[in-house]
Structures are given as structure tokens and as C-alpha cells.
């Protein structure tokens, strides 16, 4: 299957994020777990890829400690600047922003190609980002080389798919139309809890403690509707052509099905996974 590429994935986050962030919030709680299993309030200096728009910032700078450093790194400009607005700073961003009250560095960077010294962080966080990126293993490759000796690092990825309604009546009935291309990589192609724990070692952490854990998200059919405005199901229903209209009213009668009767939440499974570099 064939991944994105990175400016792929940057324009499509850019164009994307305004979208999300008045959409997406469930998946504080993958990121609410891996800070608590990180223990960051005892770490010194944290990483964070693929940090998006910060749900949580305000929750994560009074829970580290004070003088913690805290570097808050993501491909998309465009989402980086919603974490200024989230912290109520109303100035431009340009690649690297400095909050010296908070002690945190917000800055564009690329996670397979960090712009870090070796054995800087003692903490490194990446919420539902390593599915996503072009070479998974470059990318724990970096977080390893990044980390001090003792440093710990905590991911989540997209899980058990049958599980994840948010992410998946949509593209299945667009998919069940020949709308979407099926030659992309699906965003669960690491939910192999053996496979993911597999890589952590191969990149050379040890201690490894992997869960699953499912989040729902309180999202209702209109916001799901107003999904279909993201670039990809876009292009999709363009694709559909007179068929779009009877996609759609597919796609509401699923959602009324899982959310009115059988009385559901949508939402999104995860496998949550973190190492330490010894």
C-alpha cells in the first residue's frame, strides 16, 4: 500500500485543521493516558510530536513541573497556531514561537527528521501520530536518538478498526462506491499489538508496556455530516458524481442506526505503547 508523502500530509493537515478542531476531542484521552504513564510531571524536558492544536495545553502546562521545558513540535503550521490561541496569544507564528511563562517552545518539525541534538529530551509524547507519518520507523529511530539514557517515550496509534465508528462509516460507504483510493494506506495498518511492540524493541527501547483502549467522542450526526467537508471525502463525493446524495443519506441512516438504537457512542480504538531508552 502506498503512504502519503510528507508534504502530502502537511498540505493535508494545513488544509484540515479547522475542521478538526471543532470537531475532534476524544482523542484527549489516548494523550491524557500517555502523559499519566509517562509520568511527566516528574520529567525535566518533554517532547511533543505531532502536538496538533493541543486540546489539553492548559491542562499539561499546570500538571509539569515549572521549570520543565516543554517543546510542543507538529508538521502543520496551520495547527500550531491554534495552540497560541488556545493559551490566548493573539500574535503570528513564524516556524518557532517561545511562551516564557510556560517555558514551552512551539515549533514546526518534521518527526522522522527532528531538528534536535541527540539525547536532548527526557520525555517524548506522540498521540495518534505515528500511523500517520511516512516511515514509522524512521520516526521511532528519531524519538530513540532524541531521548537521554533513562528518557521514555509513549505512543498511540489507530486500533482495532471494527471498533473505531468515527473513522470508519464514512470511508467504508465511500469505499462500498469506488470513491476513495484504496491504494493509500489505511491510518490502522500498525493495530498488530505484536508487531507495534516489535518495532519499539527493533528501535532499541526496552520496559515496553502496550494497551488497548477505546475513547468515545461525543460527536453527533450533523458534525458527522459536516466530516464530509474534509479534502479526502471532498474529492471523494466529486468522484461519486449523482451517486453523492444517496451516499449521504447512506451514511445518515448508518449513523442514526449505531447513535438513536442500539443507543452507541462513536468513536476510536488505540493501542497506546511506551518504551524506555536504556
Known sequence: MIAKSIPEIEAYWNQFSQSYVNMYNGSSTFYLSLINMLQIQNRSCILEVGAGSGFLFN????????????????????????????????EPFQDKYFIQNYNLTIQKANGEELPF??????????????QITNDPVKMLKESYRVLQKGGVAGFSVQGDKEKSSLFTIISDILTQY???????????HLNNREKL???????????????????PYHTNIEDMLNYLNSPNNTLAL??????????????????????QNKKLPLGLDALLIIGVKN
Request: aromatic share 10%.
Open 178 to 188: 469506488g470513491c476513495l483510493n484504496t491504494q493509500i494506506r489505511s491510518n490502522f
Open 117 to 130: 541534538l541527540d539525547g536532548t529530551f527526557d520525555c517524548y509524547i506522540a498521540n495518534l501520530c505515528l
Open 197 to 215: 511492540i516489535q518495532m519499539m524493541e527493533e528501535a532499541g527501547f526496552t520496559n515496553i508496556i502496550c494497551w488497548d483502549q477505546f475513547s
Open 59 to 90: 491542562h499539561t502546562m499546570n500538571y509539569k513541573m515549572p521549570e520543565a521545558k516543554y517543546v510542543a513540535t507538529d508538521l502543520s503550521e496551520n495547527m500550531l497556531k491554534y495552540i497560541l490561541t488556545r493559551l490566548n496569544i493573539n
Open 238 to 259: 466529486q468522484k461519486a458524481g449523482q451517486n453523492s446524495e444517496e451516499i449521504k443519506q447512506k451514511i445518515s441512516e448508518k449513523l442514526k442506526d449505531l447513535i
